[in-house]
């Protein structure tokens, strides 16, 4: 199991390394650059080279670079549409330097033009960045449903993959969180939701998984992250999605809203495999 949280990359590229290791984790995940701007701070090519050393030493598993929340590939603007674009190309460009590392990405919001409208953009830059050369992979993350975005559905991702030239270089990233609010059963059903996953999407495309228990309901749409055990989907059916055969080897990435001491606690928690009688 490869089991970490979400880091803030401000003090660089190794102290992160260094604090997953203290926090007990063995993968972990960063913003490409400002989460609410798009600002990207110049490459210390040997604080990464670094942290590559760290990673190799210690036996990391996949890291997972996280997009800002202002990349909007399926925006009615043009304007946003082409700020997706660069920060995606030039983020890509960065990430083939840390290997193995993984791009994480939200498919977007259409902003009333339609869920199809939506589907066709967000595929279209992927086409405009991925080429036969790419190393990277690139994650569309699973979407609670609110407003209108894109993604709350395993269908409405297999549109986008499906439209996408070089689809091999294209996963999915689930959010436990996420597909709970979207109306997917992970508590009392895992094993129909990934069987449905896997019909709709196939789960060789599963690449990450987003650990995070839900402020609401199942079906919600709303999308507001809970500490483990202190939501609805509770830590027994989380600790199942964690232990899940059909899951093992994917990192899973705490984004709780936690201190270091909290994810730490979270890791420590999540690391005792589930009880027979939950």
């Known amino acids: 199991m490869f089991l970490g949280c979400h880091l803030s990359v401000s003090n660089g590229y190794l102290a992160m390394g260094q604090q997953a290791l203290r926090l007990g984790a063995d993968t972990f995940q960063f913003f490409t650059r400002n989460p609410r701007g ?67 990405f939200h498919p977007g919001c259409h902003v009333g033009q339609g869920t199809e409208a939506g589907i066709r953009q967000t595929a279209a830059l992927l086409n405009e960045v991925l080429t036969a050369d790419t190393s990277v992979t690139v994650l569309l993350e699973t979407m609670a449903g609110k407003g209108s975005e894109i993604g709350r559905s395993f269908g409405e991702l297999a549109e986008v993959i499906g439209l996408v030239k070089f689809e091999a270089k294209v996963g999915v990233c689930l959010d436990t969180c996420h597909v709970f609010d979207a109306g997917y059963d992970i508590v009392d059903d895992l094993d129909g939701v990934l069987e449905e996953f896997d019909r709709e999407l196939g789960l060789n495309r599963l690449k990450a998984v987003h650990i995070n228990d839900s402020l609401n309901n199942k079906s919600s749409h709303k999308d507001r992250h809970a500490k483990i055990g202190q939501g609805q989907i509770g830590l027994p059916a989380i600790r199942k999605v964690v232990y899940h055969p059909k899951l093992q080897l994917l990192p899973f990435v705490l984004e709780t809203p936690n201190e270091p001491d909290g994810y730490a606690l979270e890791i420590k928690m999540l690391r005792e495999p589930p009880q027979e009688d939950n």
């Open 38 to 104: 798009g600002a990207v701070k110049a490459l210390d090519r040997a604080d990464l080279k670094a942290l590559i050393d760290l990673a190799n030493k210690n036996n990391l598993g996949p890291l997972v670079a996280h997009a800002p929340y202002t990349l909007n590939p399926c925006a009615a603007e043009v304007r946003i549409r082409n700020f997706a674009l660069k920060s995606m190309a030039e983020d890509l460009e960065r990430l083939a330097l840390l290997p193995g590392a993984l791009y994480n």
